[in-house]
């Protein structure tokens, strides 16, 4: 059976998108419908700075397509102020602010690690040792949410998919075959950057993750058309596999960022698959 292909930006708000990906007169309320319209998955970042609330995540998830789905960037409260540790209480305040509100559109979380945290595997096991893979494991989790979360734990998991997780790792401490062998073995993905430092496009999970910050040629103009046929060829060879595939274009060059996006979801609709 084949897996899926989803790509997109990071976020929807830019203003540098006024005009030349949003039409003129697009008002800004309105971006996001027309975002979700042309792409097939966003990343909330929101998410890394606050805990946001139930409303929100339901209002996001009403003004998207019915085959739209949301990634969500885990906070910083967890991956750069506690640094991975001692961490189950924000973590449990975190999943109960309100992402089951997005139903069926709750797609990956993904953690991104401050670059100067070094590997230390008792730290990273214990992190994702506390990870929900299931909707049992987010209930129980979400269910010791303390008084700091400020509103009632949101539990629903009505017509949730799966729970998955994406983690950055940008120390060059991680790259250690024992890594991946610790996500591997909790299904967690390991985030594909596509940069010169870290040009390995390793899969750890049953679906993979990139958040695309290269090329990885270096080319400082951006993803060019050959780029763009590399990354749907590599994806279009794990979506023969059964992976699913989630690709977010976060490159420096974030004006060209749908763009991009929508150039690899073409590409990859035009790309043969394996018999």
């Given at each position: 059976?084949?897996?899926?292909?989803?790509?997109?930006?990071?976020?929807?708000?830019?203003?540098?998108?006024?005009?030349?990906?949003?039409?003129?007169g697009l008002v800004q309320k309105n971006e996001l419908a027309y975002a979700s319209a042309h792409l097939s998955t966003i990343e909330i970042n929101a998410t890394f700075r606050a805990n946001q609330k139930p409303a929100s995540f339901a209002?996001?998830?009403?003004?998207?397509p019915e085959d739209f789905v949301f990634s969500l960037k885990g906070p910083q409260l967890v991956t750069h102020i506690k640094r991975l540790k001692n961490c189950q209480i924000e973590l449990a305040n975190f999943f109960a602010s309100g992402p089951l509100a997005l139903g069926r559109k709750l797609g990956p979380?993904?953690?991104?690690?401050?670059?100067?945290?070094?590997?230390?595997?008792d730290v990273l096991e214990g992190f994702v040792n506390l990870l929900p893979k299931t909707s049992a494991d987010y209930g129980t989790l979400a269910s010791k949410a303390d008084a700091r979360l400020k509103s009632e734990p949101f539990?629903?998991?009505?017509g949730v998919g799966p729970i998955r997780h994406a983690i950055e790792l940008r120390h060059p401490s991680f790259d250690d075959p024992a890594v991946?062998?610790?996500?591997?073995?909790?299904?967690?993905?390991?985030?594909?950057?596509?940069?010169?430092e870290s040009p390995q496009r390793d899969l750890t999970a049953s679906f993979a993750y990139c958040r695309l910050q290269g090329p990885i040629n270096g080319n400082t103009t951006g993803y060019q058309p050959t780029d763009i046929a590399d990354w749907a060829d590599t994806i279009g060879g794990w979506i023969?596999?059964?992976?699913?595939?989630?690709?977010?274009?976060?490159?420096?060059?974030k004006l060209h960022a749908p763009a991009n996006a929508i150039a690899l979801r073409q590409a990859l609709d035009s790309t043969p698959r394996p018999a």
């Open positions: 059976m084949s897996g899926t292909a989803r790509t997109g930006t990071a976020g929807w708000v830019f203003a540098p998108w006024r005009g030349t990906f949003y039409p003129d209002k996001w998830a009403a003004e998207t979380f993904v953690w991104q690690l401050p670059p100067n945290l070094s590997f230390d595997r539990v629903d998991t009505s991946n062998d610790l996500l591997a073995a909790h299904n967690v993905a390991r985030v594909i950057p596509d940069t010169p023969a596999a059964g992976k699913d595939v989630f690709a977010y274009f976060v490159h420096e060059d």
